[in-house]
């Protein structure tokens, strides 16, 4: 007689597969089942999308009984297997693998263009140096320049866009004005943007906290709000257009006779641009990754870290906590400037559009995903979050199954949300919640997430 | 005179409340002073103000490094408008002239905290390596050089890491050197806290409650340990403690204070058998309640 029980386990999987459908159909049919449209006479008609809803109902509902007739039954058989004594095993297989990881990922990111050319074709691997690549490592560079700053020292910043708007301006106006070249205005627009940084840090250096956060925030508006009314300089809304490209030691990206392909003697192609453009900024997000890791070991980062611990054993021990944080905010601020100006470059074109408070506020979820403090968890995040959006756009399959009028991009926020929620819910202290202490004596060992403290100020 | 730290008529007040009042004593070089009385008698703020923590409402907190000859300096040095006074044999600070960090980092007083304050996340060793911020800050060049891996951080961060094991072998915690230091047990912690503390080269150690949380034994070990920092390192301490046993048995001047108000003030044993210490500590009988307040003066 083992029937019975097994029985009334699916029942209660169904039962509450239905209560959950229930719950899902509440929440999508205002979200999902009703949209407003404009009809020929400009008058404003509400349209049901039944099979849209239910459809949405249905993934919950399938998924509900997935998780509860598969997925939980074998969560708690791996849980008891786990429990057997086997951890000194099982931690050592899982250094190895965090060891070989940011190798590995080096390489795969070094090898990358080359990689998307061989598979897509010089013409096809465009959008996935320029979307997926470029894109992704722009954010991989904010990511590691905020993790100093909230990661290491524990100070609560969400105007962090405001040094990525001076640092892209700064080398926009700089190299249309005085015809300063890219490389030359990138350790400037950095210098800029870390001065900005120390403007940020002496009024906040008394806040903490919640207060910290929300000046940090104001910071970031009245930089955006500058940049939109000092027309003179910035050209306001309409933002500046022609920003001059970077070029290799001279030689412009162009399909004129001294163009890149022409010297070179090669047929023209905007890959080798993207292509240049992709080890610029890999190579600016390995710099911030290597100055970080450095800083680290370095008494000014043990201070910052210090720092987040406990401001007042720090005083005690005679570290001036005023040159601590205004470091970490210059430092900080300058690798976004940096961030800035390539972006500048890139993009040929600035508007204050680019600079709102959604991208401190994709950046800072990105180094929160990851776990504050660590590097490899920060670059996952990013590539997760900034990829991830961008995947949206490629998949118009989906337009097979929910109707030719389906835009997947339209889902972004919604599907941002939940795996937000969901990596929160599951790992609240980031993908990467352990810290690896900066020296050891006798063994290196991994410190848990629990211990470490978040700081804000 | 042979003093380190001189207190005179120290004033603290929060508002209305007087913390602490005209209190004047003085800590002696290579003495172990303690500073005892009942709860709420003011002993931390005491503390806060000597390290900086807090800016005393009124008095003057002076302390010597060199000679005992700087101290003829100082009525000089209270009229200049100055933190501190450098002479070819010594140094004078006025304490409560100075910002808490530059009290440890130029005075060298180093202190621990009633409740631990240990960076939890950070490793023991690392907790000691912070300690050593200055000196290391100088040798990586201020960051600018120690970036680039110029000049000689690497063997001054090498000698700061034989610094901190020397500390961490005296307080028996070298095996527990790559544990996170919120992963120690209590007794673990505040041994490392005074570790950390000595770890700044301090002239002056300020130990806030260290037994307290301790069992028996422990206070023991501690007493040693303080006993050794004292005859080993010539490093002078102030000490804040409840626990008689360790008062009575290191220190070489006891300071009473209840109410904010100095009450006593010399030799353990004297202290131990002062009518005021006893009354402030364990009361009076109905009968005597006026008399000794009329004493103490309330």
């Given at each position: 007689m083992t029937t019975p029980p097994a029985e009334t386990d699916i029942a209660r999987a169904f039962k509450d597969a239905g209560f959950w459908a229930l719950v899902a159909f509440g929440l999508f049919l205002p979200l999902i089942g009703f949209r407003t449209v404009q009809d020929i006479h400009n008058e404003v008609t509400l349209e049901t999308r039944w099979p849209l809803l239910f459809g949405f109902v249905a993934i919950i509902a399938a998924g509900r009984l997935l998780h509860n007739l598969v997925i939980a039954p074998w969560r708690e058989r791996r849980g008891q297997r786990l429990a057997v004594p086997t951890a000194a095993g099982v931690q050592r297989r899982r250094s190895l693998f965090a060891g070989a990881f940011a190798p590995c990922a080096i390489g795969f990111v070094l090898a990358y263009p080359a990689i998307a050319i061989w598979l897509a074709g010089a013409g096809g691997a465009a959008k996935w140096l320029d979307n997926f690549g470029i894109q992704i490592l722009i954010y991989v560079m904010l990511g590691f320049g905020l993790n100093i700053v909230v990661g290491l020292a524990g100070l609560l910043d969400l105007g962090y866009v405001a040094f990525y708007a001076v640092g892209a301006y700064s080398y926009a106006l700089l190299a249309q004005n005085f015809g300063l070249s890219f490389f030359m205005l990138l350790p400037l627009a950095g210098i800029l943007a870390a001065f900005w940084g120390l403007m940020l840090g002496f009024p906040v250096l008394r806040l903490r906290g919640d207060y910290l956060a929300i000046v940090t925030l104001a910071f970031g508006e009245i930089i955006r709000l500058v940049l939109i009314n000092w027309v003179p300089v910035t050209n306001g809304y309409a933002g500046i257009t022609s920003v001059p490209r970077p070029t290799f030691f001279g030689i412009p990206f162009n399909a004129s006779d001294e163009g890149f392909a022409a010297v070179f003697g090669l047929e023209f192609s905007p890959i080798y641009r993207?292509?240049?453009?992709?080890?610029?900024?890999?190579?600016?997000?390995?710099?911030?990754?290597?100055?970080?890791?450095?800083?680290?070991?370095?008494?000014?980062?043990?201070?910052?870290?210090?720092?987040?611990?406990?401001?007042?054993?720090?005083?005690?021990?005679?570290?001036?906590?005023?040159?601590?944080?205004?470091?970490?905010?210059?430092?900080?601020?300058?690798?976004?400037?940096?961030?800035?100006?390539?972006?500048?470059?890139?993009?040929?074109?600035?508007?204050?559009?680019?600079?709102?408070?959604?991208?401190s506020a994709t950046v800072l979820a990105i180094v929160v995903l990851g776990g504050m403090g660590s590097q490899v968890g920060v670059a996952i995040a990013a590539v997760a979050m900034i990829g991830g959006t961008e995947a949206l756009r490629e998949l118009d399959v989906l337009k097979q199954v929910f109707g030719s009028d389906f835009d997947p991009t339209q889902y972004r926020m919604l599907l941002f949300g939940l795996a937000m929620v969901l990596i929160m819910v599951v790992r609240p202290r980031g993908l990467i919640s352990t810290r690896q202490a900066s020296v050891h004596l006798l063994e290196r060992k991994t410190i848990s997430g629990t211990l470490v403290r978040e700081g804000h100020g | 005179m042979n003093g380190l730290l001189q207190v005179e008529h120290l004033t603290m007040r929060f508002g209305g409340l007087l913390a602490v009042n005209d209190l004047s004593f003085t800590a002696n070089r290579g003495d172990i002073t303690a500073l005892i009385g009942p709860n709420g008698a003011g002993k931390t703020t005491v503390f806060n103000c000597i390290t900086g923590f807090y800016k005393p409402s009124e008095g003057r907190i002076a302390l010597a490094h060199g000679a005992p000859q700087v101290w003829d300096d100082l009525e000089v040095l209270t009229r200049r408008d100055a933190r501190s006074l450098v002479r070819p044999d010594g140094t004078l600070f006025l304490l409560e002239r100075m910002p808490d960090y530059l009290v440890a980092q130029r005075a060298k007083v180093a202190r621990t905290f009633q409740n631990i304050r240990l960076f939890s996340g950070m490793s023991v060793l690392e907790n000691l390596l912070v300690a050593q911020h200055n000196p290391l800050m100088v040798a990586s060049g201020y960051t600018a050089l120690g970036i680039f891996g110029i000049g000689n951080y690497g063997r001054a961060e090498r000698a700061a890491i034989a610094e901190a094991r020397r500390w961490l072998d005296l307080t028996g915690l070298t095996d527990r050197a790559d544990d996170p230091a919120g992963d120690l047990p209590y007794g673990a912690q505040r041994r490392l806290e005074i570790a950390r503390a000595m770890c700044t080269d301090p002239v002056l150690l300020c130990l806030d409650e260290p037994a307290a949380g301790l069992n028996p034994r422990e206070s023991a070990d501690l007493s040693d340990l303080i006993l050794r920092i004292r005859t080993d390192h010539k490093v002078s301490v102030l000490l804040i403690e409840h626990d008689m046993s360790v008062v009575?048995?290191?220190?070489?001047?006891?300071?009473?204070?209840?109410?904010?108000?100095?009450?006593?003030?010399?030799?353990?044993?004297?202290?131990?058998?002062?009518?005021?210490?006893?009354?402030?500590?364990?009361?009076?009988?109905?009968?005597?309640?006026?008399?000794?307040?009329?004493?103490?003066?309330?």
């Open positions: 993207l292509v240049f453009l992709y080890y610029i900024i890999l190579g600016l997000a390995l710099l911030t990754s290597f100055v970080t890791v450095r800083l680290r070991r370095l008494p000014v980062g043990r201070a910052w870290e210090a720092l987040r611990e406990d401001e007042i054993a720090c005083r005690s021990l005679g570290i001036n906590t005023t040159n601590t944080k205004l470091t970490a905010f210059a430092i900080g601020a300058g690798f976004g400037g940096f961030a800035g100006a390539f972006f500048a470059a890139r993009q040929g074109f600035i508007s204050p559009e680019s600079f709102t408070f959604m991208e | 009575m048995n290191i220190s070489d001047h006891v300071v009473v204070l209840d109410y904010g108000v100095k009450i006593a003030d010399g030799p353990p044993g004297a202290v131990r058998d002062d009518p005021k210490v006893i009354a402030a500590y364990l009361g009076v009988e109905d009968k005597e309640v006026g008399k000794v307040e009329a004493e103490v003066g309330l």
